[in-house]
């Protein structure tokens, strides 16, 4: 069945790297576009990053623009963010989902299966 098992989150300091690992499993990650999404405490889901099955990719919040990227190992099966310069702010969990199609969207609505969130902590 599809599966999506997120890594590479933690705890790091103002200024810091993490790059997180969506391992997907199931689908043919080839035609798929995959999404990362994030939560905080107390506020919605938004959408972070996606990339489409032609490797276009799209952000959705304007605070994450040169700072975070997105990347797809199709070999591994696994899509990558890259988040750089991190601040407090992006502190949440962190999800990749998947809707099976070739596109992305930023609605989390329309997808259908995600992975179990990895803890991001930005702090000092």
Do not use: H
Not at 7 to 30: E, H, K, N
Not at 77 to 91: F, G, R
């Amino acid at each position: 069945q599809v599966q999506l098992v997120e890594s590479g989150g933690g705890l790091v300091q103002p200024g810091g790297s993490l790059r997180l690992s969506c391992a997907a499993s199931g689908f043919t990650l080839d035609y798929s576009a995959i999404a990362w999404f994030r939560q905080a405490p107390g506020k919605e889901r938004e959408g972070v990053f996606c990339i489409t099955s032609s490797d276009l990719t799209i952000y959705y919040q304007d605070s994450v623009k040169g700072r975070f990227t997105i990347s797809r190992d199709n070999a591994k099966n696994t899509v990558y963010l890259q988040m750089n310069s991190l601040k407090p702010e992006d502190t949440a969990v962190y999800y990749c989902a998947t809707q099976l199609v070739g596109y992305c969207s930023g609605s989390g609505f329309l997808y259908n299966y995600w992975g179990q969130g990895t803890q991001v902590t930005v702090s000092s």
